[in-house]
C-alpha cells in the first residue's frame, strides 16, 4: 500500500469519525470519497461514520471497478459525477446534516444560489451553492445534473436530500461542507428577517484575495 493511500484511509476515518460525533452525519447516513493515483477509496454502503475501518473501505481502481474493501456506497453516480467536471477535486463529501438538508427542501429557495453571501467565510470556502432536483439516492440520474453544475460550483444541494461537497484534499472538502452547514444554520436562523448581504464588490474582492478552489 502506497503511503498516499495509507494516509488517504486514515484521513477519512479521523474526519468521518469527527462529524459523527458532531452530529454531521446520523446513523449510516452520508458518505465520503478520496481520489488516489491509481483509483479512489469509498466509505461502505450502509456505514457508519463515526465507526469506519480503515482496512474495510472501498477501494475502487481508475474505472471504478470495485477491487477491495466492502461494497461501495450507492452514492458512487455522485462522486464520481464531480471527479468527471472537477479535474481538482481529490476529495467528496456528502453528509445529510440538518440545516443544509433542511434547506434542500424549502420550495422557495433559489435554486442558483441557495447560501446567500451573508458572511465572508461562505464566499471564500463555499461559494455560490446550486440546487439540483431531487432524485432517488444511488440513482444514476443524479449524474448529468451534477455535471451541468459542479465544473463552476464545488458545492451543491441535493433536492430534499442533502449537501455535496468537493475539494482539493478531504480536508478541503470537510471545511466547505462545515461552512456551508454553519452557514445555511444562520439563514434558517434569520429567515424572515433584514438580512444585510455582503455587496457585490465585497464578493468580488474575497474571490480575487483567496481564489476558491473547490
Do not use: Q
Amino acid at each position: 500500500m502506497s503511503p498516499e493511500e495509507s494516509a488517504a484511509r486514515e484521513g477519512l476515518v479521523r474526519w468521518g469519525r469527527s462529524m459523527f460525533e458532531r452530529g454531521l452525519t446520523p446513523g449510516s447516513s452520508g458518505n465520503l470519497s478520496v481520489r488516489l493515483a491509481d483509483g479512489y477509496l469509498f466509505t461502505p454502503t450502509n456505514s457508519c461514520l463515526g465507526f469506519l475501518d480503515s482496512e474495510r473501505l472501498s477501494k475502487l481502481d481508475g474505472n471504478g471497478k470495485h477491487i477491495s474493501g466492502d461494497p461501495p456506497t450507492k452514492e458512487l453516480p455522485l462522486h464520481f459525477a464531480f471527479y468527471e467536471t472537477r479535474p481538482s477535486a481529490r476529495a467528496v463529501v456528502h453528509l445529510h446534516s440538518t440545516y443544509a438538508t433542511a434547506l434542500s427542501c424549502l420550495a422557495d429557495v433559489d435554486p442558483n444560489d441557495a447560501i446567500p453571501p451573508i458572511t465572508p467565510y461562505v464566499v471564500m470556502r463555499v461559494g455560490k451553492v446550486p440546487i439540483v432536483p431531487y432524485t432517488r439516492p444511488g440513482s444514476a440520474d443524479v449524474a448529468p445534473l451534477i455535471r451541468a453544475k459542479a465544473g463552476d460550483h464545488p458545492a451543491i444541494l441535493l433536492g430534499n436530500h442533502g449537501p455535496v461537497v468537493a475539494g482539493t484534499s478531504l480536508e478541503a472538502a470537510v471545511f466547505a461542507t462545515e461552512e456551508l452547514e454553519e452557514t445555511a444554520k444562520l439563514v434558517l436562523l434569520t429567515r424572515g428577517m433584514a438580512i444585510r448581504h455582503l455587496a457585490a464588490t465585497e464578493i468580488a474582492d474575497l474571490e480575487a484575495t483567496f481564489m476558491l478552489r473547490g
